[in-house]
C-alpha cells in the first residue's frame, strides 16, 4: 500500500508499532510530530478493538480532521458493524486495497463523497453506506514491491533467520475449510505473481536491504505443481539459494516427495502443514480435504527430503468430544513435527464455521478481543470448561515440547543452520514460556 501511494505522489511513512514495543500513547507522540492527513491501519478480527482504540486516539489528539481507514479481514466481513461499533473510524475497506488507495486518499483529503470508490464502507450522514465490491486484479505482476525502505527491517525474526521478512506471492486459495475466510476474502481462484516477478523481489530483498530469508505468507502454495516447478527453476538459474532460503505453508494433499526435493534444491528449508485433528470424523466436518495417510505421507516426504517442518492442530472444535481431542494429541506426537502450532478451533467473521456456531448457540457475548486462536476457547463446549480447556491445550503443548527427543531434535537444527541459532533459541524459549506457564487467558 505505501508503495502504491508513494507512486502516486503521496508521502508516506509505515509506523511498525508492534515491532517496535510502542504503547499507543507513544504511537500518539509519533503521529503529532508527523502531522498525518490520514491515519491507516489493519485488522483482524482480536485486533479490531486496538483498531478502534488507536482511531480514538487520533480523533482526540489530532482532531476530526484527520481521517482515519481501517482495512483487513475483520472489515471486509463486517463493514456496517465496525463503523456502528467504533465512531472514530471513518473508512471500512472491504475488499483489496491497492486499486483504490490513491482515490481514496485524496477523496478523503478533500473532504469529497466516495461513492464512486468501490470496497469501501463509509458513513454518509448519519447512515453507513458499504458500496459495491468490484472485480479482483488478476494482474499481480503489475504492483510494485513493498517500500521496505519503511521498516525496521533488522527487527524481523522466525525460528530460521535473523533478519527475514514476508512475501505473498498468490492470492486465493480453492479450498473450503470451515475455519477460514481467505476464499471469502481474496476468492477461490488462485492468482499466481510470475515466477519472475517472485524472484527479483527476493533478490532485491537480498542484495538491497541484506535479508536472507524470506518467509511466503501464502495458505496454499503448491496449488499449481507447474508454478512451483517453474519458481524452482528461475531460483535455481539465479543462484539465489546458494545466498538465501525461504519456508512456505500448503496444503498435505498437494505435494509429494519429488515436488519437496526440488523445493529444497531451490532454497525451501521449512514447510508448514496443517494437521488439524486426529479424529477423521472431525477433518470431515472441518472440511479440510485431506485424510490422516495423506497428511502423515506429507511430513513424512518433508522429513524424508531434509526439511524441518512446521505442524498445525486445533482442539474445541464444535461437537468435538474428549476422546477425538486425545486423538488429536496421539495424531500430533506420532508425526511429530519439528514445531506445533497448537490453537482452539476460533469461529472468525466470513468463515463457515461461524454461521455453524451461530445456528447451534454455541457463542457468547464475548468481545472480540477475546478471539485469540493461541490463547482463549470461544466456542462453548457442553462437555468441557474453559478452565479444562486450556489444561488440555496447555498439557499437549508440554508433552509435545518438553521431551528429550524434541530437545535433541531442535539441537539438530540448530547445528545444521548455525546462522539461525540465536533465533531458533529465541522464538523456542518464546514458545516454551507459554507452555511452562501455562496457557494465557
Not at 465496525?82 to 486495497?97: K, M, N, Q, W
Not at 475466510?181 to 505473481?193: A, I, K
Not at 547445528?415 to 496457557?439: C, D, Q
Request: glycine share 8%.
Amino acid at each position: 500500500m505505501a508503495s502504491v501511494l508513494r507512486a502516486a505522489g503521496h508521502e508516506v511513512s509505515i509506523l511498525d508499532a508492534n515491532a517496535l514495543g510502542l504503547s499507543l500513547p507513544q504511537v500518539l507522540v509519533e503521529l503529532l510530530a508527523s502531522r498525518p492527513q490520514v491515519v491507516g491501519t489493519t485488522a483482524a478480527t482480536p485486533s479490531i478493538h486496538l483498531a478502534g482504540s488507536l482511531a480514538s486516539l487520533v480523533k482526540r489528539g489530532l482532531g476530526d480532521e484527520v481521517k482515519v481507514v481501517v482495512g483487513g479481514p475483520h472489515t471486509a466481513a463486517l463493514p456496517q458493524e465496525t463503523l456502528d461499533s467504533f465512531p472514530s473510524i471513518d473508512v471500512a475497506v472491504t475488499g483489496e486495497g491497492e486499486h483504490i488507495a490513491d482515490r481514496l486518499i485524496r477523496a478523503l483529503a478533500a473532504g469529497s463523497p466516495l461513492d464512486d470508490i468501490p470496497d469501501v464502507a463509509w458513513r454518509d450522514g448519519g447512515a453507513v453506506r458499504v458500496n459495491p465490491a468490484s472485480p479482483l486484479s488478476a494482474h499481480l505482476d503489475s504492483l510494485p514491491f513493498p517500500a521496505r525502505d519503511l521498516l525496521p527491517n533488522h527487527l524481523y525474526r522466525t525460528i530460521d533467520s535473523w533478519p527475514m521478512t514476508c512475501m505473498i506471492a498468490m492470492r486465493g486459495c480453492p479450498a473450503r475449510c470451515a475455519y477460514c475466510n481467505v476464499p471469502e476474502l481474496w476468492g477461490g481462484n488462485v492468482r499466481r505473481r510470475s515466477p519472475a516477478n517472485v524472484v527479483a523481489e527476493m533478490d532485491e530483498v537480498l542484495t538491497r536491504w541484506n535479508v536472507p530469508f524470506v518467509s511466503f505468507l501464502d495458505d496454499t502454495f503448491t496449488t499449481s505443481h507447474s508454478w512451483v516447478e517453474k519458481l524452482c527453476d528461475a531460483l535455481i538459474d539465479s543462484g539465489l539459494p546458494r545466498r538465501m532460503s525461504w519456508s512456505c505453508l500448503t496444503r498435505p494433499d498437494m505435494v509429494d516427495k519429488a515436488m519437496l526435493k526440488r523445493m529444497k534444491d531451490a532454497g525451501l528449508v521449512r514447510v508448514e502443514f496443517g494437521i488439524e485433528s486426529g479424529s477423521p470424523r472431525v477433518l470431515a466436518m472441518l472440511g479440510k480435504g485431506a485424510t490422516l495417510p495423506q497428511i502423515r505421507k506429507a511430513f513424512e516426504d518433508a522429513r524424508a527430503v531434509g526439511l524441518v517442518t512446521m505442524g498445525f492442530a486445533m482442539i474445541n472444535v464444535p461437537g468435538e468430544t474428549p476422546e477425538e481431542i486425545e486423538m488429536t494429541r496421539k495424531e500430533v506426537l506420532a508425526i511429530d513435527p519439528d514445531f506445533l502450532q497448537l490453537s482452539f478451533c476460533t469461529p472468525y467473521p466470513g468463515t463457515r464455521l461461524r454461521r455453524q456456531c451461530e445456528q447451534l448457540g454455541l457463542l457468547d457475548d464475548a468481545d472480540w478481543s477475546q478471539y485469540r486462536f493461541l490463547k482463549t476457547p470461544v466456542i462453548r463446549n457442553p462437555r468441557l470448561t474453559g478452565e479444562e480447556l486450556a489444561r488440555i491445550h496447555s498439557g499437549m503443548l508440554r508433552a509435545f515440547y518438553l521431551r528429550p527427543s524434541k530437545a535433541l531434535r531442535l539441537a539438530a537444527i540448530a547445528v545444521r543452520r548455525p546462522s539461525s541459532a540465536r533465533s531458533l533459541a529465541k522464538s523456542v524459549w518464546a514458545g516454551l514460556g507459554g507452555v511452562v506457564g501455562g496457557a494465557r487467558g
